[in-house]
């Protein structure tokens, strides 16, 4: 079933949107590496990369419904070097609660059409939304835990260290 231009428009919204993510937590990561946390880079690099994959995931599904991908404006985001790491994570957990938003809306959208070939698609993201929210309100906690202690941080730091990328590709 071919997308209704509406709906068509507001998946069009949502890849924009992750490919946003994608550069917030690029940004996110620069910070991190010059202020010489590695660790806490590589895992925001790696949340980049997987914001990729979910931008994929919703150009394949408007492509396979005979849709028009077309990606808008993405603003650059804005980072101080000078923000604490407990600041980067904060700034990367409001903007997964942004995206949790925007898909609900989406899924909202979806219903109103009656589009039910959307909702297979639509449920994996708000399950993963959950997931990615914790994950980071989790970081988020143990930061604040942290406070100003080098020790708490660097332990931190080389436990986020361990994340891997898969890369951008499903």
Not at 3 to 25: C, H, P, V, W
Not at 28 to 53: K, Y
Not at 91 to 98: D, F, I, S, V
Request: net charge negative; hydrophobic share 45%; no cysteine.
């Amino acid at each position: 079933m071919k997308l209704a231009d509406a709906l068509e428009a507001k998946f069009n919204e949502q890849i924009t949107l992750e490919f946003e993510a994608s550069m917030t937590y690029r940004q996110l990561a620069v910070v991190a590496d010059v202020q010489s946390f590695p660790g806490m880079a590589q895992w925001l690099r790696a949340q980049a990369d997987e914001e990729i994959v979910h931008a994929n995931k919703f150009i394949d599904h408007v492509v396979d419904r005979g849709g028009h991908v077309q990606i808008g404006d993405i603003p650059a985001p804005k980072v101080g070097v000078d923000v604490k790491p407990l600041d980067l994570f904060k700034a990367a957990l409001a903007h997964e609660q942004k995206v949790s938003e925007a898909i609900r809306e989406l899924y909202r959208a979806a219903d109103a059409q009656g589009d039910l070939d959307s909702r297979p698609l639509l449920n994996w993201f708000l399950d993963e939304q959950i997931e990615e929210e914790a994950t980071v309100g989790e970081i988020v906690d143990q930061l604040v835990l942290a406070g100003d202690d080098g020790n708490g941080l660097l332990r931190l730091d080389a436990e986020l260290g361990s994340r891997t990328s898969s890369g951008t590709e499903a």
